[in-house]
């Protein structure tokens, strides 16, 4: 048996049969039968529950007269994505804010989590990072596709579209680009796995040597500059997915 945190026992105690069989039905056999839900997937869980909660209270407590501290805080956060969405993308950005929010939210708190006694960061396993990279490469390629048209938006990947150019030009430089193209929107899911991969997992590992070596003290250095780490990492991974989303659906002229 792999060695659970609490949360992961008291999932795999009560979910281990439903979830063992859901894999089964999908022609993937688990290696632990009796606790098929990992660390980093019990914490996704958490997190999700946890964000659930805090969206609800907000939008219970949403007041135009007399605003509460939580709803000033979410009100920042939107204000601060929006601003930026419509510096990079333009006008009409405004609808790809309630993605970046949550995205941004759910990323945060996954860094975080780690820093509370008795969790771990799922951001500091490659999968969770891979997922939500996923999740962003699908997001911007869909609303590329939605803006333009699936014809119009492939076209995209083959080279400039400038009905003057010859055709003895246009179509080598077509199978030229069409290659290079494909594989820069595939590694763009493989920078922002690794980036926030790697900068987790390596401030977990310096926070917890230095728990072990000095208890009091110089740790809390450590767990500042993991605070930090996990607030800028989520800015660049939120930025990064608003440049993606910026050229997907821009227009040319």
Known sequence: MPEQLWFTAFLNHYFAGPVTGLLRALQLQPKYPQAPITNPASMEVLVFLFLLV???????????????????????????????SQ????????????FLVALGFFIL???????????????????VP???????????????????????YAAHFLGPSDP???LFIRIPLAILMLPIELVSHLAR???????????????????????????V????????LHIGVSFLQTY??????????AGAVAEEH
């Not at 609800?56 to 007269?65: G, P, Q, T, Y």
């Not at 922002?192 to 590992?205: E, K, P, Q, S, V």
Request: net charge neutral; with cysteine.
């Open 54 to 84: 805090l969206f609800v209270l907000v939008r219970s407590r949403l007041s135009v007269d007399r605003p509460g501290a939580l709803q000033h805080i979410f009100e920042g956060v939107h204000g601060f994505v929006e601003g930026q």
């Open 87 to 98: 510096e990079i993308i333009g006008h009409h950005s405004e609808r790809f804010t309630p």
């Open 109 to 127: 708190c996954c860094n975080l989590l780690g820093l509370i006694p008795g969790f771990e960061s799922p951001t500091a396993t490659p999968f």
């Open 130 to 152: 891979l997922g939500c990279a996923v999740c962003a490469f699908v997001y911007y390629n869909y609303q590329g596709i939605r803006r333009k048209g699936l014809a119009h």
């Open 164 to 166: 003057t150019m010859s």
């Open 189 to 215: 899911m493989l920078s922002l796995t690794i980036r926030l991969w790697a900068n987790m997992f390596a401030g977990d590992l310096v926070t917890m040597a230095f728990f072990s070596m000095v208890s």
């Open 217 to 224: 003290g110089v740790p809390v250095v450590f767990l500042g």
């Open 236 to 245: 660049i991974f939120v930025l990064l997915t608003t440049v993606y989303l």
